[in-house]
């Protein structure tokens, strides 16, 4: 199983989470964001895990960065909060 930190993220993905970060009045350092191959399906990509405080929430990383969506529908929601 390989092990993503925030640095190993695509460029963009990082990019748009910085973005969507700021415009709710936190920076990724307010996050630990990591990564995982999902070890049971493969095919369908890696997990991002994103952590604050006492909770966490992984979203199933694509090419569309539709994770960083689910993040801000989560901060939308004060999931992190």
């Given amino acids: ?18 973005l969507v970060c700021a415009r709710h009045g ?5 996050f630990d ?3 995982d191959e999902d070890p049971l399906d493969a ?9 604050r405080g006492g909770w966490a929430q992984s979203y199933r990383m694509d090419d569309g960065g539709q994770w960083v969506r ?9 999931f992190f909060r």
């Fill in 1 to 18: 199983m390989r092990h993503l930190t925030y640095t190993d993220l695509p460029i963009g993905d990082r990019a748009a989470f910085e």
């Fill in 43 to 51: 095919t369908h990509g890696s997990l991002v895990t994103v952590r």
């Fill in 33 to 35: 964001v990591t990564g």
């Fill in 26 to 30: 936190f920076a990724p350092a307010h």
């Fill in 70 to 78: 689910q993040f801000e529908t989560d901060l939308n929601c004060r």
